[in-house]
């Protein structure tokens, strides 16, 4: 199993374009989530899904989209990137126990 | 609010001295505790978890507390190595928000030789 991937793992854009960041996990996992870690500010919950059909905001959710079509993938969506966005995206799943598993990351640039 | 915060944003050791990592946390309704060691350029990694009925659970030289009284949560790192460099998050489970992970900012663990 490949767990938790993320692409790309870097990304730099200018102020007003889109992009997704994509993540799959081959875990067959129904739980996946999405954060962003800043520094000094730890990790941060953007948007989550309990299953394929299904998601719900985190702590940070503006100018952010997710889908889950399905089970194995969760695309974030920047729609006019910021420079707030700026940051490191991880991707995370669990099954039915509570510890999740992390991606390796997407370092963003918003310029 | 609830919130989950490390008291020392950096500790340094010696390498096979023991080290301790604290966290504290506000929110008495949460159940499960998890901590996660995390190296330069990677995603956090699962280290060990406890359920807020455990007071203690330990793991391959890692042991963790739990003190539910005063609302604390540490992880001991026996014979510290310098493999154990990187930044420890502890991060709450709340269930009753739909299984959300809260982190704490992470304290940076320096092992040195």
């Known amino acids: 199993n490949a767990g938790v991937t993320q692409t790309p793992k870097f990304q730099v854009l200018k102020t007003g374009q889109s992009m997704t960041l994509q993540c799959a996990q081959d875990m067959n996992h129904e739980y996946m989530s999405w954060y962003r870690q800043d520094p000094g500010m730890g990790l941060r919950l953007i948007h989550y899904?309990?299953?394929?059909?299904?998601?719900d905001q985190g702590e940070v959710p503006n100018g952010y989209n997710v889908s889950r079509s399905t089970t194995e993938d969760f695309p974030l969506r920047l729609l006019s990137a910021a420079p707030s966005q700026t940051s490191v995206y991880f991707c995370?799943?669990?099954?039915?126990?509570?510890?999740?598993?992390f991606g390796s990351g997407t370092q963003l640039s918003v310029l | 609010g609830e919130s989950v915060g490390l008291h020392l944003p950096t500790l340094s050791v010696q390498e096979g001295d023991n080290s301790i990592i604290n966290c504290a946390y506000s929110n008495s309704a949460s159940d499960y505790f998890i901590w996660y060691k995390q190296e330069s350029g990677k995603g956090p990694q699962f280290i060990i978890d406890i359920r807020s009925n455990m007071d203690k659970r330990q793991g391959q030289r890692v042991t963790v507390l739990l003190n539910k009284t005063v609302k604390h949560l540490s992880l001991q790192i026996a014979a510290t190595q310098p493999g154990d460099s990187a930044v420890y998050f502890c991060?709450?489970?709340?269930?009753?928000?739909?299984?959300?992970?809260?982190f704490g900012q992470g304290t940076e663990l320096s092992v040195k030789p």
């Open positions: 991060a709450e489970a709340v269930y009753n928000q739909g299984g959300k992970l809260i």
């Open positions: 995370a799943s669990r099954d039915g126990g509570r510890a999740l598993f």
């Open positions: 899904s309990v299953g394929a059909g299904i998601t």
